[in-house]
């Protein structure tokens, strides 16, 4: 059973390696690191890490995110974009289609719920 209090900062989970697909890289060589510190039915947390780089995003999936550090840029494919620097937070919904790109290596805090019900 998980705790019922997850403290992200003291967690000493180790990462995961893992990139984006080669055929939705646009730019770059991104690289992955992610830290799971919570996972338990739908839902997953923690921590995620990427080297610079820009790659196409399909969400079918709620994500809930905080930029720690780095910057980058969240665009839709109509064009609509934000920022990404440390202290951006947002959420994605399911149906989310557009480019990620990293220009300086990033970390985000995020909360995923692996199913739209």
Do not use: C, N, Y
């Given at each position: 059973m998980m705790p019922d209090l997850i403290d992200f900062d003291s967690a000493?989970?180790?990462?995961?390696?893992?990139?984006?697909?080669?055929?939705?890289?646009?730019a770059g060589d991104p690289?992955?690191?992610?830290?799971?510190?919570?996972?338990?039915?739908?839902?997953?947390?923690?921590?995620?890490?990427?080297?610079?780089?820009?790659w196409t995003i399909a969400y079918d999936?709620?994500?809930?995110?905080?930029?720690?550090?780095?910057?980058?840029?969240l665009r839709r494919d109509d064009g609509h974009a934000i920022a990404l620097e440390p202290g951006t937070t947002a959420i994605i919904r399911p149906g989310f289609t557009g480019v990620w790109e990293v220009s300086e290596t990033m970390r985000k805090h995020f909360l995923v719920r692996h199913r739209e019900g």
């Open positions: 000493t989970t180790e990462p995961t390696r893992s990139a984006p697909s080669q055929d939705r890289i646009l690289r992955w690191r992610s830290w799971i510190h919570f996972a338990e039915g739908d839902m997953t947390g923690g921590e995620w890490e990427s080297t610079p780089g820009r999936k709620w994500e809930f995110l905080r930029i720690l550090s780095g910057r980058g840029v």
